[in-house]
């Protein structure tokens, strides 16, 4: 019988692994892989995508911007490209200014003085629209969990050293690991990490739109 996928978002009781797959199919054969290599069928859940989104949420905010804390990994290169124009423009708006409302002496001085305040203004300012940007934006980045479907597959309290074999042979796009309902390891993420993301995101021009 194949499980339906659910969006129940239980919390895995005791230590549980939480692994994500790109369709049912696959997640139906670990599932009975598993049972046949021993672990009880109510071990095992299929299509809980809650649980296994929360755990990429989790690491998203982990992985945010020291520059903009409020910015998740999926919207940095967003926010920074956005971010960058805006700052650059600010710096010329600011170089204006300076000439036309300071008198610190030297006009170079006085560009510079607006430059310096002007700019990181706008930089803040486009961190944050290229923030909402890349939240909105259609082609941006979708969790392992809405895109595949999760299994997973509480603990034994005995030894089982094939659960993670067999898990990892069907190429889990996310592997997690539970203790008692919280998230405490990532084993395994097909994708870069934030800042490959965010490099990528800035030279590559095809990802701007």
Not at 46 to 57: F, H, L, P, V
Not at 175 to 182: A, I, K, M, S
Not at 193 to 209: C, E, H, I, K, N
Request: net charge negative.
């Amino acid at each position: 019988m194949t499980a339906v996928p659910d969006d129940r978002g239980h919390r895995p009781a005791g230590r549980a692994l939480v692994a994500v797959y790109r369709d049912l199919g696959v997640a139906s054969s670990v599932r009975d892989e598993l049972m046949a290599g021993g672990i009880e069928g109510s071990a095992v859940t299929i299509g809980d995508r809650a649980t296994a989104a929360r755990a990429e949420m989790t690491q998203e905010l982990d992985e945010s911007l020291t520059v903009f804390p409020f910015v998740a990994g999926t919207q940095a290169a967003s926010a920074l490209r956005v971010a960058v124009v805006v700052g650059v423009l600010g710096v010329f708006v600011g170089l204006a200014l300076g000439l036309a409302l300071f008198d610190f002496g030297a006009g170079w001085m006085n560009a510079l003085a607006g430059a310096a305040i002007v700019g990181p203004l706008f930089t803040v300012v486009g961190g944050v629209v290229g923030g909402g940007i890349g939240a909105e934006s259609p082609t941006g980045e979708a969790v392992a969990a809405q895109e595949g479907v999760p299994l997973e597959v509480v603990i034994p309290a005995g030894p089982s050293p094939k659960l993670h074999e067999t898990l990892l042979r069907w190429a889990p796009r996310r592997l997690d690991e539970y203790r008692d309902g919280e998230h405490v390891a990532t084993l395994v993420d097909e994708r870069p990490s934030t800042a490959r993301r965010l490099g990528r995101g800035v030279t590559d021009p095809s990802s701007w739109s």
